[in-house]
């Protein structure tokens, strides 16, 4: 029995996603937009943006063809969690010494329209590979704080593990 996903997304009044990460990431959210349209009525249309450059992000925009409804699909590429970055601190007129991409994203990007579901495909393997397992650990939580702080109470996150880690990091017996 095929599954509508359009519909599942629709009922639990989601009309906004986006998916955090690496590579995982992008390879995630093209296979869902992929999925929305094969098992459903829905045409999605890709479109690349960059709302202020210090944002890009791949947007996908998929409309249903029985109601008329749409769902906005974005993808933001994040290979580093937790870095400083001077560009910010003009954009946030923020009192700390320099506030981190994420805080950015969080905070001021997504403030006024912040999606219904955020996905983070873990390990982010791009993060492994130039970090030790501890400040991995570290970068992490401080993430998660982020999330937590900022998150209205009608949007969801979910931390989902990926299907494939750089096989050097794997074996790493400190992971």
Same mark, same amino acid.
């Given at each position: *029995? $095929?599954? $509508? &996903?359009?519909? %599942?997304? +629709?009922?639990?009044?989601?009309? +906004?996603?986006?998916?955090?990460?690496?590579?995982?990431?992008?390879? #995630?959210?093209?296979?869902?937009?992929?999925?929305?349209?094969?098992?459903?009525?829905?045409?999605?249309?890709?479109?690349?943006?960059?709302?202020?450059?210090? %944002?890009?992000?791949? %947007?996908?925009?998929?409309?249903?063809?029985? $109601?008329?409804?749409?769902?906005?699909?974005?993808?933001?590429?994040?290979?580093? &969690?937790? +870095?400083?970055?001077?560009?910010?601190? +003009? =954009?946030? !007129?923020?009192?700390?010494? &320099?506030?981190?991409?994420?805080? #950015?994203?969080?905070?001021?990007?997504? =403030?006024?329209?912040?999606?219904?579901?955020?996905?983070?495909?873990?390990? *982010? !393997?791009?993060?492994?590979?130039?970090?030790?397992?501890?400040?991995?650990?570290?970068?992490?939580?401080?993430?998660?704080?982020?999330?937590?702080?900022?998150?209205?109470?009608?949007?969801?996150?979910?931390?989902?593990?990926?299907?494939?880690?750089?096989?050097?990091?794997?074996?790493?017996?400190? #992971?």
């Amino acid at each position: *029995m $095929d599954q $509508d &996903i359009y519909k %599942c997304f +629709s009922r639990k009044n989601i009309s +906004s996603i986006v998916v955090y990460g690496a590579s995982q990431g992008r390879g #995630y959210s093209s296979i869902l937009s992929d999925l929305l349209e094969k098992s459903s009525s829905v045409v999605c249309e890709n479109m690349k943006e960059n709302e202020d450059q210090l %944002c890009t992000y791949v %947007c996908i925009r998929c409309r249903s063809l029985t $109601d008329n409804q749409t769902l906005t699909l974005k993808y933001y590429e994040r290979r580093f &969690i937790h +870095s400083p970055d001077e560009s910010l601190k +003009s =954009k946030m !007129n923020s009192s700390k010494e &320099i506030p981190t991409y994420e805080e #950015y994203i969080f905070n001021v990007h997504l =403030k006024d329209e912040f999606p219904d579901l955020n996905v983070f495909f873990l390990p *982010m !393997n791009h993060l492994k590979l130039h970090l030790s397992p501890n400040n991995f650990a570290k970068q992490f939580t401080e993430l998660k704080t982020i999330v937590k702080e900022s998150k209205p109470p009608n949007s969801d996150f979910a931390f989902i593990p990926g299907t494939a880690e750089f096989e050097s990091k794997r074996k790493n017996p400190h #992971y």
